[in-house]
């Protein structure tokens, strides 16, 4: 049956089973109608969207205050010992098989130095990584529209990036190539002549959309919504230069 199809009578009821704003469309003889039972939210259509805007690359935005919250940048971290053996050149280890004690050690984390006595070889022959783990955050706004914007970001959402590289600045930059907004973010909206607002548009509850009233303070995203926002960055995030230049160069 065709969902578009108009009737004269028409009612509208819960749909439990489907959630609390889901819908059931019946029509007069109550046969269900495979219908979208998502409830659309009404919006000002003056209201500048949230996510709309800050990817919008015809309003002038400008970055402020892109800071390191965290740096870890070491090669003193302990891996677990079948990290360093895989590190070996494929001679040191015909020259050094892997015996019983040996693979008993295999998720055991230790340093370079303990696995190389373990394997009974040189330190040296032995590669270690670079465990990378930046945050920091940035705000970006837009004098025009009076908004700002705090967001979070990091080279990777595991504990550390490791990287093989013989130069801990290569390796940094290296960390840096899938960097991604993650986290909580802060809007400062100070125009009170007109609406803004955040849609959540994978949410069928009320607070699907949150209206922004004009504060002289910052205003935390519900999760739901800062997760919706950060994904509408990150698919855009090639259209969006000026937060990648921003941050690589606080990094270098």
């Not at 019946?26 to 998502?38: A, F, G, S, V």
């Not at 390191?68 to 090669?75: E, G, Y």
């Not at 950060?230 to 090639?238: F, N, S, T, V, W």
């Amino acid at each position: 049956m065709d969902s578009t199809q108009s009737y004269d009578k028409i009612s509208v009821q819960p749909d439990h089973d489907a959630g609390d704003a889901a819908v059931a469309y019946t029509h007069e003889t109550y046969e269900q109608i495979p219908l979208d039972t998502r409830v659309k939210p009404t919006i000002d259509p003056n209201a500048y969207i949230l996510a709309d805007a800050i990817t919008d690359d015809l309003i002038k935005w400008h970055i402020h205050n892109c800071k390191i919250t965290k740096r870890q940048v070491t090669q003193d971290e302990p891996l677990p010992f079948l990290y360093h053996y895989d590190s070996l050149d494929d001679a040191v280890k015909q020259s050094h098989p892997l015996t019983p004690d040996l693979l008993a050690q295999f998720n055991t984390p230790m340093s370079a130095q303990d696995a190389a006595t373990l394997i009974g070889i040189d330190e040296a022959l032995i590669s270690t990584p670079w465990h990378i783990k930046v945050v920091g955050s940035v705000v970006v706004f837009s004098e025009a529209l009076q908004l700002a914007v705090r967001l979070q970001w990091t080279n990777t959402g595991k504990a550390t990036e490791q990287l093989y590289m013989q130069n801990k600045e290569d390796a940094i930059k290296a960390a840096f190539k899938d960097w991604q907004f993650f986290g909580r973010v802060d809007v400062l909206y100070k125009n009170g002549k007109q609406k803004l607002v955040s849609i959540d548009e994978d949410s069928a509850t009320d607070e699907s959309v949150l209206i922004f009233e004009a504060s002289s303070d910052y205003q935390q995203l519900p999760a739901t919504h800062a997760l919706a926002l950060i994904a509408k960055l990150e698919a855009d995030k090639d259209k969006l230069p000026w937060f990648e230049a921003a941050i690589l160069e606080r990094i270098e």
